[in-house]
């Protein structure tokens, strides 16, 4: 009898894998949403359980902890905010490393530190269980539409087998190598973009000073050289004032932090990622950490 119930375990497993999603923000909420309408079962849980309510009404299941969700789940992805928040969720009596079922498979989608990635992997190697970095990029538009650019860090076999997890998250999913890979692939997209964030603002700053109709420069701009996610997708949004979070401005701070640190351990030197970082804590300062990353426009107005 016990042969026959770990087999319909294992077969359970390999048709649709139940998910535990912790952490549902403005990111988190989106991907636990696509998962549901693709027929997984899904089950949550958050500190602020009022931010489950959308989920909840949308078929997912409540758990009352970390450890009541990790051994209900077999496949259990992390959105939360911090590295420390990270932390909190995978280490400890009360967290996933200790409770997860084995052979379960942690999928840590936070943008957090790459040798917190590695520590995770480690840990779980250990307990025989299976971990995967994979922090998102896409913003909350990616993540309604399932159109984000995944970066993944862990052991192949793993990954392969929870592809049609990341199939139904994002367009562009690329395993980059071994854990902590997937982190510091973020890293880069953070770098790039927290220049690029300084060179789309001040197009715009330049184009309303000049007198000039910013849709129309944004038509003409968007295709050519110029052109980037950033440009097509935050623009418009600055363009009506709208400075609502996609990805809050705290949140790429953290990130930009721990760009800083890393390529510090590495030798290298980016004041173009310092100077950004400079502009968004001034941002922070003057009390918009949670306006969306486009609110630099408020730097220079």
Not at 130 to 139: K, L, N, Y
Not at 292 to 298: E, K, P, V
Request: hydrophobic content about 40%; aromatic content about 8%.
């Amino acid at each position: 009898m016990l042969y026959y119930e770990e087999q319909c375990v294992r077969e359970r497993r390999i048709l649709k894998p139940t998910i535990g999603f912790i952490g549902t923000g403005v990111m988190g909420k989106r991907m636990a949403n696509r998962l549901l309408e693709a027929g997984y079962d899904v089950h949550t849980y958050t500190r602020t359980a009022s931010k489950a309510e959308e989920l909840l009404q949308n078929g997912a299941i409540w758990q009352e902890s970390v450890k009541e969700l990790a051994k209900q789940t077999d496949i259990i992805i992390t959105m939360v905010g911090y590295p420390s928040d990270v932390e909190e969720v995978y280490f400890g009596t009360e967290g996933l490393l200790e409770n997860a079922v084995n052979g379960s498979v942690l999928i840590d989608m936070t943008t957090s530190s790459p040798d917190l990635a590695i520590k995770i992997a480690e840990k779980a190697n250990e307990k025989e269980l299976h971990a995967i970095d994979a922090p998102v990029s896409g913003g909350d538009i990616g993540a309604k539409n399932g159109q984000l650019s995944i970066m993944i860090g862990g052991e192949k076999q793993t990954v392969d087998q929870v592809l049609p997890i990341f199939k139904e998250l994002g367009q562009n999913y690329i395993r980059q190598g071994l854990a902590g890979a997937g982190q510091f692939t973020k890293m880069c997209n953070q770098v790039a973009i927290a220049s690029t964030m300084i060179g789309v603002t001040e197009a715009l700053v330049y184009a309303e000073r000049a007198g000039l109709d910013p849709n129309i420069v944004l038509e003409s701009i968007s295709g050519g050289a110029a052109g980037s996610w950033s440009l097509s997708n935050l623009t418009p949004r600055v363009i009506k004032r709208d400075f609502s979070p996609g990805f809050f401005i705290k949140h790429f701070i953290k990130d930009m932090k721990i760009a800083i640190e890393s390529a510090e351990k590495m030798g290298i030197d980016l004041p173009g990622l310092k100077l950004a970082k400079e502009l968004y804590e001034e941002l922070a300062r003057n009390g918009e950490e949670n306006s969306g990353t486009q609110a630099l426009y408020n730097y220079y107005a």
